[in-house]
């Protein structure tokens, strides 16, 4: 039997008009890794962030190896071995990787910093993880996923033996989630316990030997992943089956509504032309560096074209600046919501209405009930969960977070959605609603171009698939006449003339 490290009993935390956790209860043993799952806004964070002391719980008791301990701050959590590796990672680009490591604490030598004892002390750490990098490079320069390697090696030296990994995986290709796994089963045979947040439910059978499951802030259970189907594990996260992933539907496309020709920035991007007709969604797929995302944003205008001819309904539009975009009908839900889709300190009411501004203005002055009607009538019809319009941004979960991002297009009457990684970071039962919502802009005749690195999402979603390799279309596929393997054989730039056999080496 395993022995237990950390244990939570009956933790409660209230925020003004909401209750975050109510009588939740979680453990992890040594050498454990012990998945937490739930939908957004279930209280995971919360919970993780009583854990290291970011929080302090109005009720209940935690346990290190028995004892009860009182973590009332970060540095008491690290104290006690506790460390978390956030989605949004906590380094200094600027400095190098045995500085990151060290930050704070370097060693000293007759009171001056050792540099050569912290470069050699950083490579005996990355060394033991088998981590391969070099402790001089700086930290700017490294891939997401060796970042990330980076704030592990740094737990680790700070002797963390319960350690948090919040989407470890978000960013990440799946060569690198490999060297991640290999990582945490390192980590495992030292003794160290982990708690694993993932919306990605594949993973946990790969990596979890149990998982527990929060649902609006409150305990549903927990149960040995080999016992578990993955339509039982989705159940109890939404509290309802999902008899479908992607919601069936038959669309009525019409004729194009919007062409581009002629697209291209040197180097990045060169597309001859791409049409998309109403009420059509066109799936965009690629490796990661394709030019996916480069691709969306010369056609909002967000960067500049060296040649661009755009058409809507048939007419010639002028986009030069995401301003002239916006007028013209074109809404660009982001990959990254938090750095280039919302205004994070702004409130939810704003942030609907950010697109929509010159609709309900007087005189050069906002119109604050027309906007409150607004936001009011999208938060009932999106279902974002809130305690209130003027409730910050910042403060709600990814899933409500990319609910409010798709509300401010819908209230512009975009006549053609970008959307990028829609439901990246979001779970199961929102990522549902997404496709839902997607489904009813098609149906009132509104043209989507959606990239997505998800490729069953893709050929769920899609009624169309252009698969990009190095900028350039490498192919146009029938989403029902394709599979996973065709999109990806385009996708690392193999054509139908050339031998399967080859590709089958690459993967």
């Known amino acids: 039997m395993s022995e237990e490290l950390f244990r939570m009993e009956g933790i409660c935390k209230n925020f003004p008009g909401v209750k975050a956790l109510d009588d939740v209860s979680f453990s992890v043993n040594k050498g454990e890794v012990h998945g937490l799952v739930g939908e957004n806004g279930a209280g995971k964070s919360t919970l993780m962030k009583i854990m290291s002391g970011v929080y302090k719980e109005d009720s209940g008791s935690i346990f290190i190896e028995g004892e009860e301990v009182n973590i009332n701050s970060v540095a008491k959590a690290q104290e006690l071995g506790i460390a978390i590796i956030f989605q949004e990672l906590n380094l200094c680009p600027h400095l190098t990787v045995a500085n990151n490591i060290y930050l704070g604490r370097p060693p000293l030598k007759r009171y001056l910093i050792s540099d050569k004892k912290m470069h050699e002390d950083a490579k005996s750490v990355l060394d033991d993880l088998g981590i391969n990098i070099s402790t001089h490079e700086i930290v700017s320069n490294l891939s997401v996923a060796k970042q990330q390697m980076v704030e592990i090696a740094k737990a680790i030296s700070q002797k963390s033996r319960i350690l948090v990994l919040d989407e470890p995986t978000a960013a990440l290709t799946e060569k690198e989630i490999e060297q991640l796994f290999d990582i945490i089963r390192n980590l495992q045979k030292k003794g160290v316990g982990m708690v694993y947040i993932s919306h990605r439910i594949e993973e946990l059978e790969e990596i979890c030997e149990r998982v527990t499951v929060l649902r609006d802030g409150q305990y549903i259970g927990t149960r040995n992943y080999k016992d578990i189907t993955v339509d039982e594990l989705v159940n109890m996260i939404v509290g309802?089956?999902?008899?479908?992933?992607?919601?069936?539907?038959?669309?009525?496309?019409?004729?194009?509504?919007?062409?581009?020709?002629?697209?291209?920035?040197?180097?990045?991007?060169?597309?001859?032309?791409?049409?998309?007709?109403?009420?059509?969604?066109?799936?965009?797929?690629?490796?990661?560096?394709?030019?996916?995302?480069?691709?969306?944003?010369?056609?909002?205008?967000?960067?500049?074209?060296?040649?661009?001819?755009?058409?809507?309904?048939?007419?010639?539009?002028?986009?030069?600046?995401?301003?002239?975009?916006?007028?013209?009908?074109?809404?660009?839900?982001?990959?990254?919501?938090?750095?280039?889709?919302?205004?994070?300190?702004?409130?939810?009411?704003?942030?609907?209405?950010?697109?929509?501004?010159?609709?309900?203005?007087?005189?050069?002055?906002?119109?604050?009930?027309?906007?409150?009607?607004?936001?009011?009538?999208?938060?009932?019809?999106?279902?974002?969960?809130?305690?209130?319009?003027?409730?910050?941004?910042?403060?709600?979960?990814?899933?409500?977070?990319?609910?409010?991002?798709?509300?401010?297009?819908?209230?512009?009457?975009?006549?053609?959605?970008?959307?990028?990684?829609?439901?990246?970071?979001?779970?199961?039962?929102?990522?549902?609603?997404?496709?839902?919502?997607?489904?009813?802009?098609?149906?009132?005749?509104?043209?989507?171009?959606?990239?997505?690195?998800?490729?069953?999402?893709?050929?769920?979603?899609?009624?169309?698939?252009?698969?990009?390799?190095?900028?350039?279309?490498?192919?146009?596929?029938?989403?029902?006449?394709?599979?996973?393997?065709?999109?990806?054989?385009?996708?690392?730039?193999?054509?139908?003339?050339?031998?399967?056999?080859?590709?089958?080496?690459?993967?």
């Not at 929509?356 to 027309?370: N, P, Q, T």
């Not at 319009?389 to 053609?416: E, F, M, P, T």
Request: proline fraction near 2%.
């Open 240 to 507: 309802r089956p999902l008899e479908d992933k992607y919601p069936k539907k038959i669309r009525n496309i019409g004729e194009v509504c919007f062409e581009a020709k002629n697209l291209s920035r040197k180097g990045i991007v060169n597309v001859e032309k791409i049409e998309v007709r109403k009420g059509e969604i066109l799936g965009i797929a690629g490796l990661m560096g394709s030019g996916r995302t480069e691709l969306a944003r010369l056609i909002f205008g967000a960067d500049k074209a060296d040649s661009k001819e755009l058409y809507m309904d048939g007419k010639s539009i002028t986009v030069n600046n995401p301003g002239q975009a916006i007028a013209n009908g074109i809404g660009y839900v982001t990959e990254d919501r938090k750095f280039d889709g919302l205004a994070l300190d702004l409130d939810v009411q704003y942030n609907t209405n950010m697109a929509h501004l010159r609709h309900i203005s007087r005189y050069g002055f906002i119109d604050d009930k027309e906007g409150k009607r607004n936001a009011q009538e999208y938060k009932g019809l999106l279902k974002i969960k809130t305690p209130s319009l003027r409730q910050k941004v910042r403060y709600l979960s990814g899933g409500n977070q990319q609910k409010i991002v798709l509300a401010k297009w819908l209230c512009n009457d975009a006549k053609l959605l970008i959307v990028d990684e829609p439901t990246r970071g979001i779970d199961v039962g929102a990522k549902f609603e997404v496709y839902e919502l997607l489904n009813r802009l098609s149906d009132q005749g509104v043209s989507i171009i959606m990239i997505s690195s998800d490729l069953p999402e893709i050929l769920g979603m899609s009624d169309r698939i252009l698969v990009i390799h190095e900028g350039t279309i490498n192919g146009e596929l029938d989403v029902k006449k394709t599979t996973q393997e065709e999109i990806l054989y385009l996708a690392a730039g193999y054509n139908k003339m050339k031998k399967k056999a080859q590709w089958e080496n690459i993967f």
